[in-house]
């Protein structure tokens, strides 16, 4: 089985506004709301995967109880701290005119010490029943920036195969916990590297700089031109195919998903790319918040063009 940890997840509102203007009054053509938050998409996809999954992390007043009730309506196993409070809302406006996204977070409510202790037991005792973790997305107030460093190292400890999908302070000092795996996008790479990332060779070196600073396997996102990953001296890049975008929401989600999937199942890096960008390009044909479905994903399989790097 596999675990995905959202500590700060949200209710995902997405909508469509044509010629979506700033400072003015705007119509709203369709709305979507999912639960949300990366875990728990990485979830919804790994659902799809066909793979056992136990979604966690902490919830809060009416829009926690919505988010549950919507994962188990997708038969997706829940085991989440409940807190006081409100779980925040994401709303994301897409003008299909224009192109553009905006992204409009909420911070998520405050989690206390003794909180942060009970969850640092409750991922003991999954990590003692899964056999990967998925730790993703940003930390709540309150939570200090070394808490996942201190969760893989509790998964670790346990004998599970950890990913990390975070970025900044939490990035950094995560990887010193020694991940299996971290997925930071091109921009997470350079505020984490310090440097500007715009050729292949970028790639490759801040891939290098990545590996030795302590993880197993590097995966850098790049949005419609793919991905690039690396683990020891191997290198490969992907190339997905061309597709009409829906919303880009969860797709680097859906990436996580499936080498969360591929570890489990001891896929070759080869094997576990080309699933992962499979699943990134399905996701990212959907509209609002949802994720891309098993045929869609078999669909775009034979699509994705591998590079072996040297």
Do not use: W
């Amino acid at each position: 089985m596999i675990a995905t940890v959202t500590l700060n997840p949200a209710l995902d509102k997405t909508v469509i506004v044509p010629h979506f203007a700033v400072g003015k009054t705007n119509r709203v053509q369709v709305k979507y709301v999912d639960p949300g938050g990366k875990g728990i998409n990485v979830a919804k996809v790994l659902k799809q995967l066909g793979s056992p999954v136990i979604a966690t992390g902490f919830l809060a007043g009416n829009n926690g109880r919505y988010i549950s009730e919507a994962l188990a309506s997708r038969d997706i196993l829940t085991d989440f701290v409940y807190l006081t409070g409100e779980t925040r809302v994401n709303l994301k406006i897409i003008d299909p005119v224009s192109g553009m996204e905006t992204e409009i977070n909420e911070p998520g409510f405050l989690i206390a010490d003794e909180h942060l202790k009970q969850f640092k037991q409750k991922t003991r005792e999954l990590a003692e029943r899964c056999s990967v973790m998925v730790f993703s997305g940003s930390l709540p107030p309150g939570v200090p920036p070394d808490t996942y460093a201190a969760l893989i190292r509790i998964a670790k400890g346990c004998g599970t195969k950890t990913i990390l999908d975070t970025s900044g302070e939490a990035l950094e000092i995560g990887l010193g916990a020694g991940p299996d795996l971290i997925k930071p996008n091109r921009a997470e790479v350079q505020e984490l590297l310090q440097i500007r990332v715009e050729k292949e060779k970028d790639l490759i070196d801040a891939a290098r700089r990545l590996l030795a600073m302590g993880t197993g396997t590097v995966v850098i996102s790049l949005g419609a031109a793919g991905a690039l990953a690396a683990s020891g001296d191997r290198m490969i890049r992907a190339r997905p195919p061309s597709i009409k975008t829906g919303s880009t929401v969860g797709a680097g989600d859906s990436m996580v998903a499936a080498f969360a999937y591929a570890m489990m199942k001891n896929l070759s890096l080869g094997e576990a790319l080309r699933l992962a960008t499979a699943a990134s390009t399905a996701t990212a044909t959907v509209d609002g918040s949802g994720v891309g479905d098993f045929q869609l994903i078999q669909e775009f399989l034979p699509q994705v063009e591998l590079e072996e790097l040297h």
